[in-house]
């Protein structure tokens, strides 16, 4: 088959799902993932073949994509700060807002530090902070023994060294220990669950279906819980004058700014992501 015909084909299925814009921009990314190709090689190459062997894989791919299936479980990874991370089903899918929490937290550790990462899911935010700041000692947080396994083989075909290596303790964040090794930390950062059920309604069924509820909603009962328990970790291992970032959900900013601020954290603040959303609360112990 023609690789232009098989993109033809392809996006024209996909484009019930997602649209044809989205959907064409999905081929090409399949495309490109397990065939190594250009997203114009079959515009200047019109009579370039999938090969027998490849096509096979990219069939199996486009009926999981037809399924629903979100493409970086597809592919089994996901771009994030540079890099190239590990997902699949059971993890979390990192989302290029939370690069900017990364990038603020960074600005914190150019001399080294001690950083906590709760909720750490793919491990995505606490790499690019041990790989980016070299001299800085992070420990990511999870309950989920799944995502943990993730966060634990992120670049281990690369060759990371034992120092730049995040230690990952399994740990559920709502359960605030007494006491924590590592502690005082520097820096804290955390993507917790924040979206309300009763938004579900507004998602994507590829996320409803597909990334795991327990990385994603809180209940609307309570929808700050992880932000309290993310506060007490803070008030206990936090070093005086340490620095906090969270990313939070757009509707909740004040209320979340104000959680922090009755936990007596200082110089809160809302942020807003690239989209111009309050996207991220800072605070200072």
């Given at each position: 088959m023609l690789l232009s015909q098989f993109i033809r084909e392809s996006t024209a299925a996909l484009g019930a799902l997602y649209g044809p814009r989205e959907a064409a921009g999905i081929v090409s990314r399949l495309c490109g993932e397990l065939l190594s190709v250009s997203s114009y090689a079959h515009?200047?190459?019109?009579?370039?073949?999938?090969?027998?062997?490849?096509?096979?894989?990219?069939?199996?791919?486009?009926?999981?994509?037809?399924?629903?299936?979100?493409?970086?479980?597809?592919?089994?990874?996901?771009?994030?700060?540079?890099?190239?991370?590990?997902?699949?089903?059971?993890?979390?899918?990192?989302?290029?807002?939370?690069?900017?929490?990364?990038?603020?937290?960074?600005?914190r550790?150019?001399?080294?530090?001690?950083?906590?990462?709760?909720?750490?899911?793919?491990?995505?935010?606490?790499?690019?902070?041990?790989?980016?700041?070299?001299?800085a000692k992070v420990t990511g947080?999870?309950?989920?023994?799944?995502?943990?396994?993730?966060?634990?083989?992120?670049?281990?075909?690369?060759?990371?060294?034992?120092?730049?290596?995040?230690?990952?303790?399994?740990?559920?964040?709502?359960?605030?220990?007494?006491?924590?090794?590592?502690?005082?930390?520097?820096?804290i950062t955390a993507n917790p669950p924040y979206i309300r059920?009763?938004?579900?309604?507004l998602m994507h069924t590829n996320v409803l279906e597909f990334e795991p509820s327990l990385a994603l909603f809180v209940p609307d009962s309570d929808p700050l819980v992880f932000y309290?328990?993310?506060?007490?970790?803070?008030?206990?291992?936090?070093?005086?004058?340490?620095?906090?970032?969270?990313e939070i959900n757009e509707a909740l900013g004040a209320e979340c700014a104000a959680l922090f601020e009755n936990a007596g954290l200082a110089n809160v603040k809302i942020q807003r992501d690239f989209r111009q959303k309050e996207r991220f609360v800072s605070f200072l112990k």
């Open positions: 515009i200047v190459e019109p009579g370039l073949e999938v090969s027998a062997e490849a096509l096979p894989l990219l069939q199996g791919a486009m009926e999981r994509l037809c399924g629903g299936e979100p493409l970086q479980y597809v592919t089994g990874v996901q771009e994030f700060c540079g890099r190239r991370f590990k997902v699949r089903p059971g993890v979390l899918i990192p989302r290029p807002e939370t690069e900017e929490l990364v990038a603020t937290a960074a600005e550790l150019r001399g080294g530090g001690r950083v906590l990462d709760l909720c750490t899911g793919s491990g995505c935010i606490a790499w690019s902070l041990a790989l980016d700041c070299p001299e947080v999870d309950i989920s023994d799944e995502a943990l396994a993730v966060a634990r083989e992120q670049f281990s075909a690369e060759g990371a060294s034992a120092e730049e290596r995040p230690t990952f303790v399994k740990q559920d964040v709502l359960q605030v220990p007494e006491s924590f090794e590592g502690a005082p930390f520097d820096v059920e009763s938004e579900k309604a309290r328990a993310i506060a007490l970790w803070a008030v206990r291992f936090l070093a005086p004058g340490g620095f906090g970032i969270v």
